[in-house]
Every structure is written in C-alpha cells, then in structure tokens.
C-alpha cells in the first residue's frame, strides 16, 4: 500500500512512517520545516521521500494520514481533500498496526519514552521485537511478536490501539488544553489499562493507584506495598544501583548508567515486562548495564569544563529531575538551566510548578514561548516573563544573546524543551567550537 504523512519530522508521525515502510509499503511525506530534525535520521536512512510544497503528484490509491499541527485550511490538507485521497487518523493507523502484534504499551505523563527505549533493547536483544518510540525511532518485522508502543496520552490518542500490556509510568496534570482536569486524566488512563491483558504500573504514584483496575496489576516502585521494588539505592555520579525484588524474593542486583530515581523507577518497569517474557535476569542486566537513553534525553557533550546536556523536558517534573540529574552526575559543576516554555496553556497553567522546577538549578535562562496550535492572547498570564520575575537570577535568552552563556565555567549547561531548543543548542556549540 502507499502511505503520505504530512508533517513526516515530527517524532511520532516520522516514527510511524518508519514501521510503515518496513512492513512493506510504499512511504513518503511533507513537512513544512526544511531544516534537518534529529527526527529523520530514520526517514533518510530508508530513503523516504519528503516534499516541502504541493506540487507533486500522488496517486489515487494513497492513505494520508497527518500530523494534528496541521489545521484543516493548511494548503497541502486542502489539496489531499480536493484530490479525494482516503484520510486515515494517525492514532487510528497506530491502533490497526497494534492489533497485528502482542502489543506492550507504555504510557505516562512522564518516561514513557526511555523505558519504551528500555524495554525495546532488551527485548530487541532477546526475543525480538517491533517499536515506536517517540522520538522518531520505529522499526518492524512482521515475523515479529512483540511490539513496544510508546503510547500518548494526548487527545486521548492512546485509546485508540489494543495493548496486551499496559505499562503506565505515572499520572500529572498535563495536556491542559485538551483535558479539563486530572480526574479526566486518571479516568483516560484507567481506560486504557483496563484493555489490556496486564498492567505494569508504578504503585508510588498516587495518581495510578487511584485507578480503578479491572485486569491483573503488578506494581512497581520504591514503597514496600509494590510487587516490584528496588530497594538499597546509591545513587552516585557514575550511574544508579539498585537491588530488586519480585513478590518480596530478592531478584537481582542492578547497576545502570543512568542518573536519578526516575531511572531506577523506568529500569524496574522494564524489568517486570522483561521478566514476564522470560528474558533471564542476568540478561536484563547486562542489557540494562549497556543502555543508552534516547534521542533528547539526556544527551551529553562536552568541551573541556563545560558539558551541555539536550534533554526534551517539557513540564516541570521533567525540568526538576533533569536538573537533578545533571547535580547527581556533575556534583562539583555549576548547573545552568536554558528553558523554552512548549504552548501558552501549559505554561499558563503549571506556572508556579515551572518556577519551583527552574530554582533548583543555580542559574535560569528561559526563552520566549514557543506554541504553533494555540494563541497567546487567549492565555494573558502566560509569559516567560512572569516565570523569570519568580526565580532568582534568571534572565531571557534567545537565539541572538546565546554568547550569555559563554560566561559559564566548569559548568553542566542542561537546554531544555520539547520544541525546537536544539537551534540555540547548535548555536552555542557553535561558539564552543570557534572558542576550542
């Protein structure tokens, strides 16, 4: 079958169309952004064919399917109608595919990308398996079983695809501009879960535990009452180590090079999945011992005293723990934040928590608001302003004054955003190469 994606580089559209194409159809897309996206580093690999106008032709038989940025008076929508092609929902074609496969869901407000990332490289290693992680890695083999499905909660997109297991991470405010409160979020999730075969679930948050389950739950955490708990953590500079155990029976000890109690917690999950496939404990840890996070998380560079981490954290438990991470793995550094706020609603909304987020680091910048679905004045509290006023020593910053933070020695700079931070990034690497 061909299939067109419209807005092909963004990190879920541009994963789908990777597991379309290797399932055996014929895949291309268009995108509005001509500059590369770390998200089509897949695409080019499998010679995906991206437009950035209309004037191509498509054929008659061609399933579209496109990225909700693009509005419904967008001049390449208005040509697919006019030319009468069959549209598809995106997280419709996700949930057809799900259906093919014993699908592993992972959803959650936060982590559901790592831990996808996790538990496919452990399975990926053992049993084999297909995968869709947002940011904007997939791969499929129909011979394949199992599928780990990175599965948002956003417009309730996730209601759409068949889970033989539900992972959920946790549950928080978010998506406020589709949700109208976090009862409405628990409520979504609960829905999900309970068309699984099996939910593995993080029992420490309160959130999940207030959902009402109908299926099977094994629960993980740090608290005594979970089914799966890591327990004797030392967190270090070097990693996290961790002891495990299953039903209150020592399991295995752990050690995994990665930073912060939201790993241990993402590591324990896959272990419960990997543990259920039957994937030898001994195997799980050698995998987990050689992992490397995902595209935007966490991501390091680093020139001479100063290291640059890109991370996608986009909400402020996200700001909080990059943050602390980066104080784990770099004690005696000084820990710069350069924020950009994602939509007005979000900002408008978890402001306060934004603030609290940014004054753990030992200086703030933050960027103007980037939103391309929502207008600022239907949201007049939201501001970069209004959240630099709140954190001592913090500043705006943009593209043009990124020499600002030239003036920090030994420092671990950490940008981060789930929009388009990686310029200013580039940017300031720049500076550090001319300056090396």
């Given at each position: 079958?061909?299939?067109?994606c419209?807005?092909i580089?963004g990190?879920?559209?541009?994963?789908?169309?990777?597991?379309?194409?290797?399932?055996?159809?014929?895949v291309?897309?268009?995108d509005d952004?001509k500059g590369?996206?770390?998200?089509?580093?897949g695409?080019?690999k499998?010679g995906?064919?991206?437009?950035?106008d209309?004037?191509?032709?498509?054929?008659k038989?061609?399933?579209v399917t496109y990225?909700?940025?693009?509005s419904?008076?967008?001049p390449?929508?208005?040509?697919?109608?006019?030319l009468?092609?069959?549209?598809i929902e995106?997280?419709e074609?996700?949930?057809e595919?799900s259906?093919?496969?014993?699908?592993?869901g992972?959803?959650?407000?936060h982590g559901?990308?790592t831990?996808?990332?996790?538990?496919?490289?452990?399975?990926?290693?053992?049993k084999?398996?297909n995968?869709?992680?947002?940011?904007?890695?997939?791969?499929?083999?129909?011979k394949?079983e199992?599928?780990v499905?990175?599965s948002c909660?956003?417009?309730?997109?996730?209601?759409?695809y068949?889970?033989?297991?539900?992972?959920?991470?946790?549950?928080?405010?978010?998506?406020?501009e589709?949700?109208?409160?976090?009862?409405?979020?628990?409520?979504a999730f609960?829905?999900f879960?309970?068309?699984?075969?099996l939910?593995?679930?993080?029992?420490?948050?309160?959130?999940?535990?207030?959902?009402?389950?109908k299926v099977?739950?094994?629960?993980?955490g740090?608290n005594d009452d979970n089914d799966?708990i890591?327990?004797n953590v030392?967190l270090?500079h070097?990693?996290?180590?961790f002891?495990?155990?299953i039903?209150w029976?020592?399991?295995?000890?752990?050690?995994v090079?990665l930073?912060?109690?939201?790993?241990v917690?993402n590591?324990?999950a896959?272990?419960?999945?990997?543990?259920?496939?039957g994937?030898?404990k001994?195997?799980?840890?050698?995998?987990?011992?050689t992992?490397?996070?995902?595209?935007?998380?966490?991501?390091?560079?680093?020139?001479?005293d100063v290291v640059?981490?890109?991370?996608?954290a986009?909400?402020?438990t996200?700001?909080?723990?990059t943050?602390?991470?980066?104080?784990?793995k770099?004690?005696?550094?000084?820990?710069?934040a350069v924020?950009?706020?994602?939509?007005?609603?979000r900002?408008?909304v978890?402001?306060d928590?934004f603030?609290?987020?940014l004054?753990?680091?030992?200086?703030a910048?933050?960027?103007d608001?980037?939103?391309d679905?929502?207008?600022?004045?239907?949201?007049?509290?939201?501001?970069?302003d209004?959240?630099?006023?709140q954190v001592?020593?913090?500043?705006?910053?943009?593209?043009e004054?990124?020499?600002?933070?030239?003036?920090?020695k030994?420092?671990?700079?950490c940008f981060?955003?789930c929009?388009?931070i990686?310029?200013?990034?580039?940017?300031?690497?720049?500076?550090?190469e001319?300056?090396?």
């Open positions: 079958m061909k299939y067109y419209i807005g580089k990190s879920g559209m541009a994963t789908l169309a990777e597991i379309l194409y290797d399932l055996g159809n014929e291309s897309g268009y952004y590369h996206k770390f998200t089509q580093d695409l080019d499998r995906i064919k991206i437009f950035y209309g004037n191509h032709e498509l054929d038989d061609t399933i990225s909700k940025a693009f419904d008076t967008h390449e929508i208005v040509r697919i109608k006019n009468g092609l069959k549209i995106y997280n074609l996700i949930g595919i259906k093919k496969f014993k699908t592993i992972v959803c959650g407000t559901k990308t831990t996808s990332t996790m538990i496919s490289h452990v399975l990926r290693e053992t084999g398996c995968y869709f992680i947002g940011d904007g890695t997939g791969f499929a083999d129909s394949n199992l599928f499905l990175e909660e956003y417009k309730k997109h996730f209601l759409s068949s889970p033989y297991y539900a992972v959920v991470t946790n549950i928080e405010l978010e998506h406020t589709c949700y109208k409160d976090i009862n409405e979020i628990i409520e609960e829905t879960s309970n068309r699984a075969n939910v593995i679930a993080c029992g420490d948050d309160l959130n999940v535990r207030k959902m009402n389950l099977p739950a094994l629960y993980y740090f799966i890591a327990k030392k270090t070097e990693g996290s180590n002891d495990v155990y039903k029976d020592f399991y295995g000890h752990f050690d090079p930073f912060g109690e939201h790993m917690l590591a324990l896959c272990i419960g999945v990997c543990d259920m496939q994937v030898k001994d195997v799980i840890h050698d995998l987990l011992h992992f490397e996070n995902a595209k935007r998380r966490f991501k390091e560079r680093v020139f001479k640059t981490i890109d991370d996608y986009h909400h402020p996200e700001v909080k723990v943050i602390n991470s980066a104080r784990q770099y004690p005696d550094k000084e820990i710069v924020f950009l706020p994602n939509t007005y609603s900002t408008e978890l402001m928590d603030v609290s987020a004054k753990l680091a030992d200086k910048y933050v960027m608001i980037h939103c679905r929502e207008r600022q004045e239907d949201y007049p509290n939201a501001s970069s209004n959240i630099i006023k001592p020593n913090a500043e705006k910053i943009s593209i004054t990124v020499d600002k933070l030239l003036k920090h030994n420092a671990a700079i981060m955003s929009a388009n990686y310029e200013i990034l580039d940017k300031f690497h720049a500076l550090l001319n300056k090396k």
